[in-house]
């Protein structure tokens, strides 16, 4: 384990920058978590669209990726799955956005191995209060940014700015 730690250490190529890649057919066709007859107000969940960040800290390369509900990819070594994202009504206080997100990491080194994703986390992240959750893990981590979608009383609002 230390001399793992040890090898970390030492100084190396820069990575090439991170590029989204074709998520392996084991991962995208999972079913995702049934979440029954909930009463959607707003926005219906598939047509919402969460903005994560996600970051290789060995590099200290970050991208956004939006994704919809039900959408899975891969951006190098990692592939991130949304199952839901949602925001705190506008009438709310505290306000709040979060998305349940499973995040897998290809653990497998070699480039002439198949790759191995473990999953290393699974549930929600919130925004505002990232401590609540954290992926764990020591090379990437994602969080939530933003959560687009709308409510009735915003879209009553926009209609009548723009008459």
């Known amino acids: 384990?230390?001399?793992?730690a040890l090898a970390g250490c030492g100084q190396s190529a820069p990575e090439p920058e991170a590029q989204e890649t074709a998520v392996p057919e084991?991962?995208?066709?999972?079913?995702?978590?049934?979440l029954g007859d909930i009463e959607v107000?707003?926005?219906?969940m598939e047509e919402r669209v969460?903005?994560?960040?996600?970051?290789?800290?060995?590099?200290?390369?970050?991208?956004?990726i939006e994704m919809t509900p039900?959408?899975?990819?891969?951006?190098?070594?990692?592939?991130?799955?949304?199952?839901?994202?949602?925001?705190?009504?506008?009438w709310e206080s505290?306000?709040?956005?979060?998305?349940?997100?499973?995040?897998?990491?290809?653990?497998e080194r070699d480039p002439q191995e198949d790759p191995n994703f473990l999953r290393v986390f699974s549930g929600w992240l919130f925004k505002n209060s990232p401590s609540l959750n954290v992926v764990e893990h020591p090379i990437y981590d994602v969080w939530v940014k933003d959560c687009a979608m709308s409510f009735p009383e915003e879209e009553t609002e926009a209609e009548a700015d723009a008459a």
């Open 1 to 4: 384990m230390a001399a793992l």
């Open 26 to 34: 084991d991962l995208a066709s999972d079913p995702l978590p049934d």
């Open 41 to 44: 107000i707003g926005t219906p």
């Open 50 to 64: 969460a903005t994560l960040g996600v970051i290789n800290k060995r590099n200290n390369i970050s991208r956004d």
């Open 70 to 90: 039900g959408e899975t990819r891969r951006v190098d070594d990692v592939v991130v799955r949304l199952s839901a994202c949602e925001r705190t009504a506008p």
């Open 94 to 107: 505290p306000s709040e956005t979060g998305a349940f997100v499973q995040v897998f990491v290809n653990e």
